[in-house]
């Protein structure tokens, strides 16, 4: 019979995505006898002859190898313990958290205070979904003042974009610092209030519409009419900035 | 079979007026609301998070734990007491067990998915339009399932077979406007997993016998399935702006 419904579509679980042995499921999705069905309300994506089902709505589930933001939420014997936005929490450990020495007994809150934001990478995840981080890595580390807003898990990669281009576009014209965690935690820091707020904004508008089409170029109309600066003229700044810090 | 014509004129086979929405409640992982008749139910989905007291985790799998709740003006009669009662529990383990079924939680070892279930407004057949809201909205969390859950009342009112009970009706002989033969009701809730046809919840008050409980269970499947139908549209209206969208 093959597929029943269209690449793109919205589908509901239960809901049949294919018959006969055309088709493999993946992601989302199950063999029910003859059929393909789904576990999942989300989009339908084809691949070859592979179903799987790109959620709309989820908690964030830990993977090895993702960049994410955390929160301390504890302090152990040897390490610290975050909230990561998730059913489980993460273990950062002393020998992951920190280069220095850490004489045994010492204050933990020297190097992470609770309540601290970092970004780190999940080092490990265990089949009880226990997790361990690092800090060691490039572009980890303790997040300073700013602002954090959540943002639903599964929409984290349109918030990226490829090869990182959203985040790049809301970073330049608002002139604000954007780290995005995959566990759905944004940081944002910009220098000015204003455009800090019209960065919080966009990213918002890119969680409740990151699965309509022509994304992108709604966010850049959306960002130009609040931010008209040109671009131009702000990336020569900024460099120009940071250069003399550092001869400084 | 005096039982000819309904009290509120609908066929014996006909559904009362239904609503439904999904992402109802914005704070919740996943909401819906399911409205049949007079009966008014808001279920909202929290989780999966971490489950405390520790004792009740389970290391294979997560825990899937509903709570139907009546509030203090929605029945038809007196106050109801608000809180937990009797009544309340029994329904709560019935809706647990009736969506379980369907619910796979084996990748949140641990964890608990919460469901509310409120109930605004009452009027007979609370429970399965709680689970039938209590379903969108685990849908509507992206919680994986096999199916949804679909359910409706069926009964017997005076020797005849009707689909989806009103109060009036579950308290017939009170609210009787012709003759009474026989003063017996049954009334019947049904939970379904429409895929595969599996009863998930059964449940019976009154009196019947084995040949019309049969009948009563084959006349409630194609009303289920139409409540089938109604669920998966919501869902899918929530998103319906993604398919006008362009490209």
Request: proline residues 5%; contains cysteine; charged residues 30%.
């Amino acid at each position: 019979m093959g597929l029943l419904i269209q690449d793109k579509q919205v589908v509901v679980p239960g809901e049949i995505l294919a018959q006969g042995m055309d088709y493999l499921p993946g992601h989302g999705t199950y063999r029910d006898g003859d059929n393909i069905k789904s576990t999942r309300l989300g989009l339908l994506n084809v691949e070859g002859r592979a179903l799987k089902i790109v959620p709309l709505k989820g908690a964030y589930l830990p993977r090895k190898g993702d960049t994410i933001i955390g929160r301390v939420d504890d302090i152990a014997f040897s390490g610290w313990r975050f909230n990561i936005n998730s059913a489980y929490p993460a273990m950062l450990s002393m020998k992951d958290g920190t280069h220095e020495f850490v004489a045994r007994g010492a204050d933990l809150t020297r190097y992470y205070k609770l309540q601290e934001y970092v970004v780190a990478k999940i080092i490990n995840v265990t089949s009880q979904n226990l997790v361990d981080l690092t800090v060691k890595g490039p572009g980890l580390k303790k997040l300073g003042p700013g602002r954090i807003i959540m943002v639903t898990p599964a929409k984290v990669p349109r918030i990226i974009g490829k090869q990182g281009s959203m985040v790049t576009l809301i970073k330049e014209h608002t002139q604000t610092q954007i780290t995005v965690g995959q566990n759905g935690i944004v940081w944002i820091n910009g220098k000015e209030p204003k455009k800090e707020a019209i960065a919080v904004q966009a990213i918002e508008l890119i969680n409740q519409q990151a699965h309509v089409g022509g994304l992108t170029d709604r966010i850049k109309e959306f960002l130009e009419k609040r931010v008209p600066m040109p671009k131009t003229t702000k990336k020569v700044e900024e460099p120009k900035k940071e250069d003399t810090e550092v001869k400084q | 079979m005096t039982y000819t014509k309904r009290l509120d004129g609908r066929k014996h086979d006909e559904l009362r007026e239904t609503e439904a929405k999904v992402g109802v409640i914005k704070r919740a992982t996943g909401s819906a609301k399911f409205r049949m008749g007079n009966t008014t139910a808001l279920a909202a989905v929290y989780g999966p998070r971490e489950l405390h007291p520790r004792f009740l985790q389970d290391p294979e799998k997560g825990r899937l734990r509903c709570n139907y709740n009546m509030m203090p003006f929605s029945g038809m009669g007196d106050r109801v007491r608000p809180g937990a009662n009797r009544r309340a529990k029994e329904i709560s383990m019935v809706t647990t067990k009736a969506l379980l079924p369907a619910v796979d939680l084996k990748d949140y070892p641990n964890a608990v998915v919460d469901v509310f279930i409120e109930l605004p407004q009452t009027d007979a057949g609370s429970r399965c339009v709680g689970i039938v809201a209590a379903s969108m909205a685990l849908a509507d969390a992206g919680i994986p399932m096999k199916d949804l859950v679909c359910a409706v009342a069926v009964g017997k009112v005076d020797k005849s077979i009707v689909i989806d009970l009103d109060y009036e009706e579950e308290q017939y002989p009170k609210y009787a406007t012709t003759k009474v033969d026989d003063e017996e009701v049954a009334d019947i809730p049904i939970a379904m997993i429409p895929s595969t046809g599996e009863i998930t919840l059964l449940q019976l008050d009154g009196d019947i016998s084995k040949e019309d409980l049969i009948k009563a269970l084959k006349f409630a499947k194609p009303a289920m399935e139409k409540i089938y139908e109604i669920q998966k549209k919501a869902l899918k209206e929530k998103y319906s702006d993604l398919k006008g969208g362009k490209k």
